[in-house]
């Protein structure tokens, strides 16, 4: 498949991931603050955004799907960001040792492990919002406020909302896979062998994503990893406190 892509400014390559419901355009305020030094490639993964729909998706799948891309765009080398379900794929494309030259990992509140359901609430309110029903924005978001209460999700979900060719109001995301084959989100990344790169994880302070018990899963498949925490961040560091998370990841890319 060919993987929907933006990309912005010139210098060595930095491929990001987005997460759960997300497109590579919720990246886009730090891509622009990054293209001055570095050729910043937005992806939207597989079942979400622009890029095509898939009937079976796994960590091995949406990783090969990024793999090709990137040798559909002769990258041979690149950093390689993710967030949350994104930041596993980009584990699981590291730990894959595929042809692509990894030089730095960073990985955006997620650990290697398998988490237990946590999105029940936000696959009942889309699949009881009946789009064909509603006007305009606005009326999905009133349509959504009983089953999502935080402003917040519900504004980072309605980026994905748009008009399709028939003038109808759609979701970008592939809601019944998500939703179907949610158990193959909430995995762990497969892994055989650990990825030897330097590799940061950045972690919300306020979010539970990663806890100290995750360390050893870290340590044993990321043996050079390290970490650092932004204060009055949760799932979202990036889009909360994007100094600060700019800051630690200008640092790490400059870094020898």
């Not at 002769?74 to 590291?94: F, R």
């Not at 936000?122 to 209460?149: M, Q, W």
């Not at 994503?209 to 949760?234: L, M, V």
């Amino acid at each position: 498949m060919e993987l929907y892509s933006d990309t912005l400014g010139s210098g060595p390559d930095l491929v990001i991931l987005h997460g759960l419901f997300g497109s590579g355009d919720n990246w886009r305020s730090i891509a622009k603050s990054l293209s001055e030094h570095y050729r910043v490639h937005l992806l939207d993964l597989p079942n979400h955004g622009r890029s095509p729909w898939v009937k079976q998706q796994s960590y091995p799948v949406f990783a090969r799907a990024v793999s090709d891309w990137m040798s559909s765009q002769d990258i041979k080398q690149t950093a390689l960001l993710g967030h949350s379900m994104g930041g596993k794929v980009a584990m699981q494309l590291a730990l894959n040792h595929c042809h692509v030259q990894i030089d730095k990992l960073i990985i955006v509140d997620i650990a290697p492990r398998a988490y237990p359901p946590h999105h029940q609430d936000i696959f009942n309110a889309l699949a009881n919002t009946d789009l064909t029903r509603l006007k305009n924005r606005s009326d999905v978001d009133d349509a959504l406020k009983d089953g999502i209460e935080t402003t917040g999700i519900r504004q980072f979900i309605l980026k994905s909302l748009y008009r399709n060719d028939n003038g109808q109001l759609a979701w970008r995301f592939n809601l019944d896979a998500l939703q179907q084959q949610y158990n193959t989100i909430a995995s762990e990344p497969d892994f055989d062998h650990p990825f030897n790169g330097p590799t940061l994880f950045i972690k919300g302070m306020n979010s539970q994503y990663i806890q100290s018990s995750d360390q050893s899963a870290i340590t044993e498949r990321f043996p050079h990893a390290t970490a650092k925490i932004i204060e009055g961040a949760g799932h979202w560091p990036h889009a909360e406190k994007p100094a600060a998370f700019l800051r630690i990841l200008e640092r790490f890319l400059e870094a020898g």
